[in-house]
């Protein structure tokens, strides 16, 4: 029996779905209100066509929800990226002419043509710490933000303004000393109560959210932070984007996804390499903050990247290469993680 493969256009308030077979030829179209109902009218739909896969453009974003439904209910699912998508309507079109059901074949296209497509998995452990540092950066950006105000606040409220590092101990240590004379600084006054009351909210939630991670992070059974420079928050990180490590065949492909590794720019007999400002960013960050983290401390970091150093290489490149080894050394860390588990669950 014919696999048909279903690709999947996902947008707030409607999904598209078109069907194609082996020569990606379309056999079925149709459009989905997005509602409680939805899965269960797709399910419905695509019941003629027992032997099925589904893609879904952005299956980590707009197509999270139907994405996680259908790989619960034992689909098999992968995930098109955008870009993939994206170019396949430019060859097909010559232009940038879209609809959803030229979207959603396009969609069916790629994935019919491109074997190496993330396969879509239930969420997991790594999905719970995702969420957890998502919220751990946005707590410490709107303490950030709440602290610089309340710094401002109180320059206009204390002669020479408030030092450096302020915490909310501090700011209330100085906020004691204050004595409005006029109604403006009265109403700077409140307004500094109301800022420091936020900030010892930000930092009650911080610290709980810290103790999720901590708790998510031993349930996991890692070892990424025996690697130095590398703590909680970053272990989490790390395990939460990456996910199943079992989908990078090689640590060249885990580099690559990192944006660790330097894209070949050779042409003709000049063989170069640029900068990679791609990848995973959020990867890259943590990367480049365990790489400081080891230059700064003495170790085999630091000697690796004075090594470089003295074979004429940059501070900047030398810190590339480090960022190199280390994305080899957290790829051979979670894939050696990965073995004592299924040992431990065989």
């Known amino acids: ?20 077979d082996g020569a990606g030829h379309k056999t079925g179209q149709r459009r989905f209100v997005v509602n409680a109902g939805t899965f269960t009218q797709l399910m419905r739909w695509c019941e003629p066509w027992p032997e099925r896969r589904f893609a879904i453009e952005g299956a980590g974003g707009l197509g999270r929800a139907l994405a996680q439904q259908l790989a619960a209910a034992g689909e098999d699912v992968v995930d098109v990226p955008s870009t993939l998508s994206a170019r396949a309507r430019l060859l097909a079109t010559g232009g940038d002419r879209k609809t959803d059901p030229a979207d959603a074949l396009h969609v069916a296209q790629v994935a019919l043509f491109r074997q190496d497509l993330r396969k879509v998995t239930p969420e997991d452990q790594s999905t719970i710490l995702r969420l957890l540092t998502e919220r751990h950066d946005d707590l410490v950006n709107e303490r950030t933000r709440t602290t610089n105000r309340l710094h401002a606040v109180l320059r206009d409220l204390l002669p020479g303004g408030a030092p450096t590092g302020l915490s909310a101990d501090k700011a209330a240590t100085l906020m ?4 409005p004379i006029t109604a403006t600084d009265n109403c700077r006054r409140d307004i500094a109560r109301d800022l420091l009351a936020h900030l010892r909210r930000l930092d009650q939630q911080a610290k709980a959210n810290e103790a999720q991670i901590r708790d998510a992070l031993a349930a996991s059974q890692t070892t990424l932070t025996s690697l130095p420079g590398l703590g909680t928050v970053l272990a989490a990180r790390i395990l939460g984007h990456i996910g199943d490590i079992d989908r990078f065949p090689t640590e060249h492909h885990f580099a690559s996804y990192v944006g660790a590794a330097p894209l070949d720019a050779s042409s003709g007999k000049n063989i170069r390499h640029r900068l990679n400002t791609g990848g995973n960013r959020a990867l890259n960050s943590a990367l480049h903050i365990i790489a400081v983290c080891q230059i700064r401390n003495p170790g085999r970091g630091q000697d690796y990247y004075l090594r470089k150093i003295a074979e004429g290489k940059t501070p900047a490149e030398a810190r590339r290469a480090l960022k190199r080894r280390l994305s080899n050394v957290v790829y051979r860390i979670m894939k050696r993680d990965r073995r004592s588990h299924l040992a431990t669950a065989a």
């Not at 014919?2 to 069907?19: E, F, L, M, Q």
């Open 1 to 20: 029996m014919r696999v048909i493969t279903i690709g999947i256009d996902p947008h707030k308030s409607s999904h598209t779905a078109v069907a194609v």
């Open 176 to 179: 004691k000393g204050i004595r």
